[in-house]
């Protein structure tokens, strides 16, 4: 389309979504179901008895702690990985075995060239703040010795055990992602005693999310959720904190689940998320589950709502009490009484809030916003950031709840930069 001419807005849900209609909006019995599977995939006490199980088979077997590590040749992640890779011997009791893999691509890694360019971006951004050299410095050629027997062999490996990424560790049942989950599995491996000196700290250790002392009332933080992301519930109220903290300019930007946007979806890929997902929230000292997925008419709802709600400067407290209810109260938002609780825990009135459920106000917003997530910012998962402003400065665009200490970082150099740091 030529530029000056209006585009006609994208609809906030395709036409003919490829996920299955029971997907998008599964009854409630389903909804019951996917509850229980949750519940045991994040179960804390299921957990550690399944840990204690295999450490005692190592030990009857007198196996070594044998970590296994799948790497791809041009996934930047990998090229941050293998830079730890020695220390991570040298410094642990184990047996690393190496695997070489190609990307998996399909509905694991849909947008597979976006996925490849946000990643090159993402980590060019966090390597020197885990004292790495940047992708972009390394010589990537090595990488491409594998033969295609051995790159067979890996992606093998990588599926018999139920995963589908690149930059993986995997240890006795557990998998663990690139440099930023790491530190889960040093901490994993000191527990069981196989560190060689536990005074030295973790390889690559996870930077605080820090904004004390800020004044970033010059900068824009756009910040985009989803309701029916777990990653989202667990990192949604210290986003809304940190920006009251530094006084950084919020705007709110609510997308739909990927999967209600016509992004694939896979069971592994689900089950991951959430097993990953409460480690993320242990680590953030925040709850997570019981999970009862708010995905399909209950997020319409919701977000039927918002305008509504931000009129009355209430929406992220709406936002914030639905992911709330549905990822650490497991509260049926399909439910009038789930929908009702979250609008009084956000300090809205029931009997006015009936004007404006299912009203449609919303689609229009909701899809620029996502437009303008996907196509202007190359970004598709959530939660996604946005930070503007500083002289001279390029928009940071990133995305993850484990990202965060990224915003925070770039928060407090561009506020230091233009002398408002008190």
């Not at 109220?237 to 999967?259: F, N, S, Y």
Request: net charge neutral; charged share 25%.
């Amino acid at each position: 389309m030529a530029r000056g001419v209006c585009a006609i807005a994208q609809p906030v849900e395709p036409e003919n979504n490829p996920n299955s209609r029971m997907m998008v909006d599964p009854p409630a019995l389903l909804r019951r179901l996917m509850m229980r599977m949750f519940d045991r995939v994040i179960d804390p006490e299921r957990r550690a008895k399944a840990r204690a199980s295999a450490e005692r088979r190592r030990v009857r077997k007198g196996a070594p702690h044998i970590v296994e590590y799948f790497h791809q040749w041009d996934d930047p992640y990998s090229l941050l990985v293998e830079q730890v890779l020695d220390r991570l011997c040298e410094r642990y009791d184990i047996e690393l075995v190496r695997h070489d893999i190609r990307a998996t691509g399909g509905k694991n890694q849909p947008e597979l060239e976006k996925l490849e360019a946000w990643a090159q971006r993402d980590a060019e951004l966090i390597a020197p703040y885990y004292g790495l050299k940047r992708p972009s410095e390394l010589d990537r050629s090595a990488n491409r010795a594998p033969s295609e027997a051995a790159l067979d062999a890996g992606r093998a490996r990588l599926a018999e055990l139920g995963h589908y990424s690149g930059a993986m560790f995997y240890y006795a049942g557990e998998w663990y992602w690139g440099v930023d989950r790491l530190f889960y599995l040093e901490q994993r491996l000191r527990n069981l005693g196989a560190c060689r000196n536990v005074s030295l700290p973790f390889l690559c250790p996870r930077p605080e999310i820090d904004v004390s002392g800020v004044d970033a009332s010059a900068l824009t933080l756009d910040f985009y959720p989803s309701l029916n992301s777990p990653y989202t519930s667990i990192i949604y109220d210290r986003t809304i904190a940190m920006a009251r903290e530094c006084g950084v300019q919020l705007d709110h930007k609510p997308v739909l689940p990927m999967i209600m946007r016509g992004v694939p979806a896979t069971r592994e890929k689900g089950l991951y998320i959430m097993f990953d997902t409460k480690r993320e929230a242990e680590y953030l000292g925040v709850g997570f589950g019981p999970v009862m997925t708010p995905i399909g008419e209950p997020t319409r709802q919701i977000y039927s709502l918002l305008p509504w709600a931000r009129e009355q400067g209430r929406d992220t407290q709406l936002m914030s009490a639905a992911l709330d209810l549905a990822f650490r109260e497991g509260v049926a938002l399909h439910r009038k009484a789930g929908l009702r609780m979250a609008l009084e825990r956000a300090g809205l009135a029931w009997g006015d809030a009936q004007a404006h459920i299912g009203s449609t106000e919303w689609k229009d917003q909701t899809a620029r916003y996502q437009t303008e997530m996907t196509d202007k910012l190359r970004l598709w998962g959530v939660p996604s950031f946005r930070l503007r402003g500083g002289e001279g400065e390029e928009d940071l665009c990133v995305w993850g709840q484990d990202r965060l200490w990224l915003v925070a970082a770039e928060i407090r150099r561009r506020a230091s930069t233009t002398g408002v740091l008190t």
